[in-house]
């Protein structure tokens, strides 16, 4: 070591993720954050030379609980007005899919989206973002399929980006073309799928404004085939596939997404024991939304069983959007996967850190190691457990992005 390491955190109990001890533990642990990246980690009593020495600023936590930032990896950020009026047609009676035959649902979102301006759109979608910064989240996706035509895209990615960049955090962005079928094109789905394989797709690739792909392969949604049209467009621009699969029925959507290696599928409350031996075979991530289940009352589970068996890395994302999953704490959604879904504390917190960063395809992040980016996020608790236990409220006491400290979180 010739120089000082940036920042230096002593007395930390660890969640570093790795190893085999329940979550990593590293009790009274110390760890350096050095250029943008963890520069040491262990144990305070081996380190290899006094903290003052060692750091230009060192900061003693007094047993504070210290996990890597935590990772959103399935939103939709980005959206013009809301839709309080549909929770309350939902609690009169009405499913989703009726509203969304109605007229209602994406559609309705779409209207507002397009309308909006850029803008617009970026003071909507900021407070939204910040709100899940401060709660401990450093790296974020956001989707994009409330504009479905091409400038609506443009301007929704662009503000994704723009989000990224104003709050120092990594935003991931993700086209999602086939979300909804758009109002002029109700006649005509063939030309629409052509339009989002041929034109827009190839387009905001080249802008650099997309990292990966996604669709919403579902009865009131798009056909398996029309998802593999476009993923194979995808694939062909070098760009990764994710897929909204058995939310509401089995159309064997984890299979198709697997079958092109896909970073996730997401939802899945209605897959199959097929669908996870796929999965399982190429590597596919689970991502798991109980605020849709919680928000549409669902009352079929994902098949966690299966999943664990077969070795399916488990996820779990706010899943943050107008209709169906108002929520703007992943601290929230890994308690609701623990209480609904009956995952355990440390299966979840995995599941916003290091699965999380493997469904967005990101290897640099999720785990406390050495030459991992130092997105970090220090909490008001002392184990691992209590970001799921507590209900609410304002546990993040600081957090970094990138080893940059962020002003007090309260």
Excluded at 173 to 193: I, K, S
Aim: glycine fraction near 10%; charge should be negative.
């Amino acid at each position: 070591m010739t120089t000082p390491w940036n920042h230096l955190l002593l007395d930390a109990t660890l969640a570093t993720f790795t190893g085999d001890a329940p979550y990593g533990l590293i009790e009274r642990g110390a760890i350096a954050l050095h250029q943008g990246q963890i520069a040491w980690i262990g144990p305070q009593d081996a380190l290899p030379g006094t903290p003052e020495t060692l750091a230009t600023h060192v900061d003693t936590l007094d047993g504070a609980l210290v996990t890597p930032g935590l990772v959103d990896c399935h939103t939709h950020l980005v959206f013009g007005g809301e839709r309080a009026h549909e929770f309350d047609l939902r609690l009169n009676g009405a499913s989703y899919e009726d509203i969304a035959r109605a007229g209602g649902g994406i559609v309705s979102t779409v209207k507002a989206t397009r309308e909006a301006s850029e803008d617009a759109l970026f003071a909507q979608t900021l407070p939204r973002a910040h709100a899940l910064l401060a709660d401990g989240v450093t790296t974020l996706e956001i989707k994009s399929g409330y504009g479905l035509d091409l400038a609506s895209e443009r301007r929704m990615l662009r503000v994704a980006r723009r989000v990224g960049k104003a709050l120092g955090m990594t935003v991931r962005t993700t086209f999602l073309g086939l979300h909804a079928l758009p109002p002029e094109y109700r006649d005509n789905r063939d030309a629409y799928v052509a339009l989002v394989c041929d034109e827009m797709l190839p387009t905001l690739a080249a802008e650099g404004l997309v990292d990966a792909v996604d669709a919403f392969c579902e009865n009131i949604g798009f056909t398996p085939a029309e998802t593999r049209r476009v993923f194979e467009r995808a694939t062909q621009l070098g760009l990764p596939v994710k897929l909204h699969a058995e939310q509401l029925s089995d159309l064997d959507g984890a299979a198709l997404v697997a079958s092109f290696d896909g970073l996730s599928a997401d939802h899945l409350e209605y897959l199959s024991e097929h669908g996870v031996r796929t999965m399982a075979q190429a590597g596919t991530v689970a991502v798991l939304l109980p605020g849709a289940f919680y928000a549409l009352r669902e009352t079929k589970l994902p098949p966690i069983a299966s999943l664990r068996e077969h070795g399916v890395a488990m996820a779990v994302a706010t899943d943050c959007n107008p209709g169906t999953s108002p929520m703007l704490s992943l601290r929230l959604a890994a308690g609701m996967a623990c209480t609904l879904f009956r995952l355990t504390p440390e299966e979840a917190l995995r599941g916003v850190t290091v699965h999380a960063a493997r469904a967005l395809g990101l290897h640099d992040r999720g785990t406390l190691a050495v030459g991992q980016r130092a997105d970090i996020a220090v909490w008001n608790v002392r184990q691992p457990a209590e970001l799921c236990y507590w209900i609410g409220g304002q546990l993040l006491r600081k957090a970094f992005l990138g080893g940059e400290q962020l002003p007090a979180q309260g």
